[in-house]
Nanobody
Framework: QVQLEESGGGLVQAGDSLRVSCVAS????????MGWFRQAPGKEREFLAS????????YYGDSVKGRFTISRDNAKNMVYLQMSSLKFEDTAVYYC????????????????WGQGTQVTVSS
């Protein structure tokens, strides 16, 4: 079992950069693929990025490709989402998720979820 906790959200201005982090409990973090998702009020959950257990494979959602970068540090049980050129429409609660398998792009494939961290981008 994996417990996840996000941090690093906050209020930023359009055009700024921000990094959100996710720390995982447990000794088997390196065996889990990780993903980042977000959900804005009144909208469906959106896939942002995912990374394989070893970090060699990454996927990105179309809306963030080229602006967001996912990375992980298995020694620290951490996964990161570096966000740049933030836009007002990036405002949402950001969630990290874990699955015991290949990196995936659909939320239903992830078993473990954090509580989320709010990112607000002012225009």
């Amino acid at each position: 079992q994996v417990q996840l906790e996000e941090s690093g959200g906050g209020l930023v201005q359009a055009g700024d950069s921000l990094r959100v982090s996710c720390v995982a409990s447990g000794r088997t973090f390196s065996s889990y693929a990780m993903g980042w998702f977000r959900q804005a009020p009144g909208k469906e959950r959106e896939f942002l990025a995912s990374i394989s257990s070893g970090g060699g494979v990454t996927y990105y959602g179309d809306s963030v490709k080229g602006r967001f970068t996912i990375s992980r540090d298995n020694a620290k049980n951490m996964v990161y989402l570096q966000m740049s050129s933030l836009k007002f429409e990036d405002t949402a609660v950001y969630y990290c998720a874990a699955r015991n398998g290949p990196a995936a792009t659909m939320g239903r494939n992830y078993k473990y979820w954090g509580q989320g961290t709010q990112v607000t981008v002012s225009s």
